[in-house]
Structures are given as C-alpha cells and as structure tokens.
C-alpha cells in the first residue's frame, strides 16, 4: 500500500498521478473517481481530501469510518469534519435529494480561501434536476474549493457533469495489491484458511469488499444456498415454488452475499458452457457447478448473469428483496426455457 492514500489497496498509478499534482499545485477543482463498487474510491476521496486540505482528524476520530459504514435511516444530509474543512454526502435512500445539496451551498457561502473539500458519494445517483442546477457551481467554483465525485457507474450521469470533472478510473486490484490486502485482512475473513489466493482473487474478480462478502462470516454457508439455488433453477419442475418455500424469511445481508455467490458460480457455469475443455482444468470450479453447466449454453449463462447484476444492484437500493427475488427467478426459469426477456 503506497503511502499517498494511506487508507486504500492498489490503484498506485492513480495515487502517484494526484500526488504529483497536489505537489505541483495543479490539482483539478472537480475530480470523479469511477468504477466498480467495493475498488476504494470513497475512501481514496477522503485520503485525497485529507491531503489537500492537511488534516488527518477524519481518520484519527474514526469520523471517515463512520461515514464510509453508516446506512439507512442513520445517514444525515450532510457531513461535515471537525474542523469545517471536508463535506460528504451520499444518497439517504435511494438517490440524493435537492435538500442535501441546499445544505451544502449554505457553507459553501461563508467558506473562507483555505482549502476546502466537497466529496459527493453515488454521484450517479444525482437526478438530472440537482445535475443542472449545480452545474454552475462546478464550473465556477470558489477559490481552493474541491469536489470530489464518486460514482459506481458513470454512464448513468449526465454528460455536461463529467465533462466538468477530470477522470480516473478505479479497475480491479492487481493481484500483488490483493494479495496484501488478504494478508491484512485476515481477520475478518474465517474461509481464507486453505485456500489459494490466486484462487480467491479470480473469484472475486480482484474486488476486496467482494472477497471480504464471499469469503467473511456466513461465507461458506452463502455458497452452499447460492448453489442449490442454480440447481433448483436448472433441475426443478417446480423451482418458483421450492425457492420460495425455502426463502419465507429472508435477511439482507445475508441475501446479498447470496447474490454475490450467485454472480460468482454464473460465471464459472459461463465458463464451463463455452470453453469447456479450459474450464476442465480450474480448480476453484466444483463439482456441483460443472453438473449444472451444460443447460446454460448458447448464451443462456450470460444473459442470467446479466439478470444477476441488476439484482445485486437493486438490493443495493432499498428495493423489497422478496420483489429482487420473484424478478430473479422469473427472468432465469425463462432463459433456461429458450424464452425472450
């Protein structure tokens, strides 16, 4: 881990990029961080606020932490450091609203020259209404004031918004990042033991929050429900009916470490229904997976992956997850059946 963003794994190009910068004086007034959920961009917005601004308070008092954890009804409108230096913001519910960015222009108005940082989390989830409004102040914005955007899919923001913001994008670990941050995480991952990391970073893809979800508390147990959901859907007569008898009571967090597993064995039945003769020599592949593989060929594997993500991403958002799951299992008993979405 590189010292610049002392709080993030990898993305070392980009850490070298904005040091440079914040030594030559040229850092951007309006810098989106992009990519995949769970890669370190909130908190590589909060490193690079504390280096711009010069105080660390946010991370001495566990402030960030909170921030970067607290959900739900807990959020508050607008958070705001110690010393009046570092804003951030991220949606309430299921989008930012007219009233958090309100807040945010009334102290923006009294700031006085010293640096100061406004970091805006889910900036995808800014509606076409605040975009514009704030369009202004973004292009015209105070002396030694900074945004920071943060945005997990930056195709869903408006183009006259990115256009304003200099980019970097946020790709998964390299595998020697990935391989510290397990070392570093141990802890709070119990299945590790055994396990080949190489192993461990394909399945996540490279992803740490997406390892510490498969490979954390309940990990194990997510796996073995995650799988005999792909053979209720592959096997069963009746598979609507079977998952929902088992699913009466359905916990969040544990449901979307299901989803996750889900993602996770779609892509090795991808895997095993398109390049077999490859996919007969991973490892990390079970038996239980390759069983199911042969019904999911000619693209059916991807088009239920594909179902599979916008699910994750819902159950993200608030949305009902009994409603995630009716639209799960309705949509991949179909494309089993050589339907059309």
């Given at each position: 881990?590189?010292?610049?963003?002392?709080?993030?794994?990898?993305?070392?190009?980009?850490?070298?990029?904005?040091?440079?910068?914040?030594?030559?004086?040229?850092?951007?007034?309006?810098?989106?961080?992009?990519?995949?959920?769970?890669?370190?961009?909130?908190?590589?917005?909060?490193?690079?606020?504390?280096?711009?601004?010069?105080?660390?308070?946010?991370?001495?008092?566990?402030?960030?932490?909170?921030?970067?954890?607290?959900?739900?009804?807990?959020?508050?409108?607008?958070?705001?450091?110690?010393?009046?230096?570092?804003?951030?913001?991220?949606?309430?519910?299921?989008?930012?609203?007219?009233?958090?960015?309100?807040?945010?222009?009334?102290?923006?108005?009294?700031?006085?020259?010293?640096?100061?940082?406004?970091?805006?989390?889910?900036?995808?989830?800014?509606?076409?209404?605040?975009?514009?409004?704030?369009?202004?102040?973004?292009?015209?914005?105070?002396?030694?004031?900074?945004?920071?955007?943060?945005?997990?899919?930056?195709?869903?923001?408006?183009?006259?918004?990115?256009?304003?913001?200099?980019?970097?994008?946020?790709?998964?670990?390299?595998?020697?990042?990935?391989?510290?941050?397990?070392?570093?995480?141990?802890?709070?991952?119990?299945?590790?033991?055994?396990?080949?990391?190489?192993?461990?970073?394909?399945?996540?893809?490279?992803?740490?929050?997406?390892?510490?979800?498969?490979?954390?508390?309940?990990?194990?147990?997510?796996?073995?429900?995650?799988?005999?959901?792909?053979?209720?859907?592959?096997?069963?007569?009746?598979?609507?009916?079977?998952?929902?008898?088992?699913?009466?009571k359905i916990d969040k967090k544990e449901f979307q470490?299901?989803?996750?597993?889900?993602m996770s064995i779609g892509r090795n039945i991808m895997?095993?229904?398109?390049?077999?003769?490859?996919?007969?020599?991973?490892?990390?592949?079970?038996?239980?997976?390759?069983?199911?593989?042969?019904?999911?060929?000619?693209?059916?594997?991807?088009?239920?992956?594909?179902?599979l993500k916008v699910a994750y991403n819902a159950c993200?958002?608030?949305?009902?997850?009994?409603?995630?799951?009716?639209?799960?299992?309705?949509?991949?008993?179909?494309?089993?059946?050589?339907?059309?979405?």
């Amino acid at each position: 881990m590189t010292t610049f963003f002392p709080h993030v794994f990898g993305h070392n190009k980009i850490q070298q990029y904005l040091a440079a910068a914040i030594d030559n004086k040229r850092i951007a007034n309006t810098i989106l961080f992009y990519g995949e959920e769970g890669l370190g961009k909130s908190t590589a917005a909060l490193d690079l606020a504390s280096r711009i601004t010069g105080t660390t308070r946010i991370w001495d008092e566990q402030i960030a932490s909170h921030w970067l954890t607290v959900e739900g009804d807990n959020i508050e409108s607008l958070y705001r450091s110690p010393d009046g230096k570092i804003f951030y913001m991220k949606p309430q519910h299921m989008e930012l609203n007219m009233e958090q960015f309100r807040l945010l222009l009334e102290n923006i108005i009294i700031l006085d020259d010293t640096p100061h940082v406004c970091i805006i989390d889910e900036a995808q989830s800014m509606g076409a209404a605040i975009a514009n409004a704030w369009l202004k102040t973004l292009e015209e914005p105070k002396e030694n004031l900074f945004f920071i955007l943060v945005s997990h899919d930056i195709t869903r923001m408006l183009p006259t918004v990115i256009s304003r913001a200099e980019l970097y994008e946020f790709t998964s670990l390299d595998y020697q990042s990935f391989e510290l941050f397990l070392n570093k995480q141990k802890k709070q991952l119990p299945d590790l033991q055994g396990r080949n990391y190489k192993d461990i970073y394909r399945i996540s893809t490279g992803n740490p929050v997406i390892a510490i979800e498969l490979f954390g508390e309940n990990g194990m147990q997510c796996y073995d429900k995650a799988v005999r959901f792909w053979e209720t859907i592959t096997h069963s007569s009746l598979p609507y009916t079977q998952i929902f008898e088992s699913n009466k009571k359905i916990d969040k967090k544990e449901f979307q470490q299901e989803l996750l597993w889900c993602m996770s064995i779609g892509r090795n039945i991808m895997l095993l229904a398109n390049i077999p003769e490859q996919a007969e020599t991973i490892t990390y592949i079970t038996e239980r997976e390759r069983a199911i593989a042969q019904i999911w060929s000619d693209g059916k594997a991807e088009k239920a992956l594909e179902i599979l993500k916008v699910a994750y991403n819902a159950c993200q958002r608030y949305i009902s997850t009994k409603n995630i799951l009716d639209m799960i299992v309705i949509n991949l008993c179909l494309i089993k059946n050589g339907g059309e979405l």
